[in-house]
């Protein structure tokens, strides 16, 4: 049973580029959520979602950040026109259920800036 | 809103030393507390949780006691092994779900 696969691994964008950052959740889970990890910070959140349908996202950003996930395929969290603060590395997590469900995360994406 | 805040790091300690890592928050409601720990280039991973004060959570030799009158739950180990370094990170979730609001993390390096 494969755990949350996250791809790429590592992702490097020239400032003004996009990053599109995947996420495969657990087998049989249809909650997922985003958190981000600054250098030396602990995870923020960033939003919840659930097939098709965005539950919270509190913790996005109002520009350039936006994410999904469909009803076949990956969780995409989409980043328009990097900039070097986005650097940061990207952690999803899934759930079978939305309220006292054990989270598990993926390995998560490097994203750095240039 | 929520928060977390751990000691912060590096912990530096030699083999079958005690440890101590400090976590308070504050909460509306009654939150579950939960450790995670962040081995190197890996993800997240649930050490343990406690979803009611007074609540022990233990695993792989660590444990933390949910301590609602101090709003604490300081994670604590006898005897630690070189691998246990990574980052240990203190979490509590809202009321009706399951987003996190994590600590800063606190890096625990153990010598031989």
């Known amino acids: 049973n494969a755990g949350v696969m996250q791809n790429p691994r590592h992702l490097v964008r020239r400032r003004g580029q996009e990053a599109r950052l995947r996420c495969s959740p657990m087998k049989g889970h249809s909650h997922v959520y985003w958190y981000r990890q600054l250098p030396e910070e602990g995870l923020k959140f960033m939003v919840y979602l659930q097939k098709e349908n965005i539950i919270d996202e509190s913790g996005m950003p109002k520009e350039r950040f936006s994410a999904e996930f469909p009803k076949e395929g990956p969780s995409i969290l989409r980043i328009q026109q990097v900039v070097r603060g986005d650097s940061a590395a990207y952690f999803c997590?899934?759930?079978?259920?939305?309220?006292?469900?054990?989270?598990?995360f993926g390995s998560g994406t490097q994203l750095s800036v240039l | 809103g929520n928060s977390v805040t751990q000691m912060e790091g590096p912990v530096t300690l030699s083999e079958e030393a005690f440890l101590t890592i400090n976590c308070t928050y504050t909460?509306?409601?009654?939150?579950?507390l939960f450790w995670y720990v962040q081995y190197p280039g890996e993800g997240l991973q649930l050490l343990l949780k406690?979803?009611?004060?007074?609540d022990k959570g233990s695993n792989k030799g660590f444990e933390a006691t949910y301590r609602k009158e101090t709003t604490s739950f300081h994670l604590e180990k006898g005897s630690v092994q070189v691998s246990d370094s990574a980052v240990y990170f203190c979490a509590i979730n809202n009321n009706a779900g399951n987003m996190l609001t994590f600590g800063g993390g606190t890096r625990l390096m153990v010598k031989p």
């Open positions: 997590a899934s759930s079978r259920g939305g309220s006292n469900e054990k989270l598990f």
């Open positions: 406690a979803t009611k004060a007074d």
């Open positions: 909460a509306t409601g009654y939150p579950s």
